[in-house]
């Protein structure tokens, strides 16, 4: 099994671009989730998506991130417009009952 | 987050055990976890336990769970240099859910 894909790996933007993150689960996963990781706040669960409906987006900053799963095996991420504070590495995990596996991650630098 | 919290920092010499607390809050919790987190990489699952469990064992790693107190630990038998990483608690109320982490603690081996 390949694990969780996430791509790109990292995605350098200029301020007011849309950044568009990806995500490929472990087959037969039923949960997908998002986190962001920064050095001030450590490691904050963004959205999460049950069989493919999102569940709990209370984590998702503001109007500009998006989120959606299309279908089981394809996430993705959007942010837009894109500021520098958005600048954190972006984790996708997947799970099937209590075992939770996250991708590499995509780093994300926005000047 | 808040309701997770861990020691920023350990440092053991190789051979050594290592080991790593964590405090929680929430007395909900069902499923605790640990993670390990190497530079440029994903959360890594390295074990979990359920909270009707004091001690599970797997190979060089061992978690405690306190429930009365609400601490979680993990022992690194005869630590390696390889155990340099960021280890994370974290902790669900339902099997699949959402995970809520601690900080991290930073473990330094020194050869």
């Known amino acids: 099994d390949a694990g969780v894909i996430q791509s790109p790996r990292h995605e350098v933007t200029e301020m007011g671009q849309e950044v568009t993150l990806r995500c490929k689960p472990i087959?037969?996963?039923?949960?997908l989730f998002w986190y962001r990781q920064t050095m001030m706040r450590g490691l904050e669960l963004l959205i999460y998506f049950n069989n493919n409906v999102p569940i709990d987006d209370s984590g998702m900053p503001e109007d500009r991130f998006s989120a959606k799963m299309p279908n089981a095996s394809f996430s993705t991420l959007k942010i837009q417009p894109s500021e520098p504070r958005d600048s954190a590495v972006y984790f996708c995990?997947?799970?099937?009952?209590?075992?939770?596996?996250f991708g590499p991650g995509t780093r994300l630098t926005v000047t | 987050g808040e309701d997770v919290e861990q020691s920023l920092f350990l440092s053991v010499r190789e051979g050594d055990s290592s080991v790593i607390n964590c405090t929680y809050t929430?007395?909900?919790?069902?499923?605790l976890y640990w993670y390990k987190q190497e530079p440029g990489a994903g959360l890594q699952l390295l074990t979990y336990i359920f909270s009707n469990m004091d001690m599970k064992q797997d190979q060089r790693l061992t978690v405690l769970l306190n429930k009365k107190d609400k601490h979680l630990s993990l022992r690194i038998a005869d630590t390696q240099t390889g155990d340099s990483a960021i280890y994370f608690c974290?902790?669900?109320?339902?099997?699949?859910?959402?995970?809520?982490f601690g900080g991290g603690t930073r473990l330094m081996v020194k050869p």
């Open positions: 995990a997947s799970s099937v009952k209590n075992e939770q596996y």
């Open positions: 974290a902790f669900s109320r339902n099997a699949g859910n959402m995970l809520t």
């Open positions: 087959s037969g996963h039923d949960y």
């Open positions: 929430d007395s909900s919790s069902t499923y």
